[in-house]
């Protein structure tokens, strides 16, 4: 029973994990159609940017944090400008544009490299303890994380249906053309989603520095999974993407209580085929342009 209770709140702590990190994919290929694979080195300069704060200059973490989605969100509005805006629309968009953000990545993560060094850093958690419960551990680190996904997560999907701005990039994710003769202002929405998809993973990268590990290339593995959980959920869709990421982070936590780490991504790539093979499209994904 222990056990269970165990994996079920491992699997809550990975879902919200991997929701911030894949639901800023989601919104990138769902306005642009655009997959950034430049997220995991946002996700790793969001990380560096909160351990500076807190232990370069010992500023408390609510401080960092708001450090990184700053630094984080202005990086990837300066991607948007400097490397898809000129890009966008020509000929060979998509294979270009992955292609340009693998460089990207790959530039930000030897400018860490050159700046911080190659090894692993210690990142102090924001909230430090725990309290158990029968022998169950709870960090005081991991709710704080849970607890500030869950509530990003709520609040952006209420975003995207309730507010103008919102409303504006669900019509663009829809039918481009026409949101735009409809004088939606299209070139402030896509600087928008990128500005804000790249503050997420910014965020997500100082809040789980202290939770797993912070070196140039701790964004791999987050990346990956992020993107698992955005075709899983169905390319393009939100909804779809917040439910994946808890089904994903549930299944990971039982695989590690049950089978052992090792079992994790193989069984995660298995689930993945499976569910990829009844639904093409994944679990919300539409076979039309209707996405968010």
Request: hydrophobic share 60%; net charge positive; glycine share 14%.
């Amino acid at each position: 029973m222990e056990q269970l209770v165990q994996a079920i709140w491992g699997g809550l702590v990975f879902g919200s994990v991997y929701g911030l990190m894949a639901v800023g994919l989601t919104l990138v290929w769902g306005s642009l159609n655009l997959l950034n694979l430049a997220h995991g080195a946002i996700y790793v300069v969001g990380g560096y940017v909160g351990y500076t704060f807190m232990v370069g200059l010992g500023v408390n973490w609510i401080l960092a944090f708001g450090a990184a989605i700053v630094v984080s969100g202005l990086l990837g509005v300066l991607l948007h400008l400097v490397v898809v805006v000129p890009m966008l629309g020509k000929p060979g968009w998509d294979n270009a544009s992955w292609i340009a953000t693998v460089a990207v990545g790959t530039l930000l993560g030897a400018v860490v490299l050159l700046v911080y060094g190659p090894g692993i850093q210690a990142m102090p958690a924001a909230i430090r303890g725990n309290f158990v419960l029968g022998h169950i551990v709870f960090q005081y680190q991991e709710i704080l994380v849970c607890g500030v996904a869950v509530v990003l997560l709520i609040l952006l999907n209420g975003f995207l249906r309730k507010s103008r701005h919102g409303l504006a990039i669900r019509a663009v994710s829809q039918q481009r053309d026409a949101a735009q003769l409809m004088g939606i202002p299209v070139a402030m929405v896509f600087l928008t989603v990128m500005g804000v998809s790249a503050a997420l993973a910014g965020l997500a990268g100082a809040m789980l520095s202290s939770v797993l590990v912070l070196n140039p290339t701790a964004g791999f593995v987050p990346m990956l999974k992020a993107l698992i959980v955005t075709i899983f959920g169905g390319l393009g869709s939100v909804k779809g993407t917040i439910v994946a990421a808890y089904i994903i982070g549930l299944v990971e936590a039982f695989v590690q209580t049950f089978l052992g780490a090792t079992w994790s991504l193989p069984v995660l790539f298995l689930v993945i085929i499976v569910v990829l093979l009844v639904r093409p499209q994944g679990l919300y994904g539409t076979p039309e342009l209707q996405r968010l």
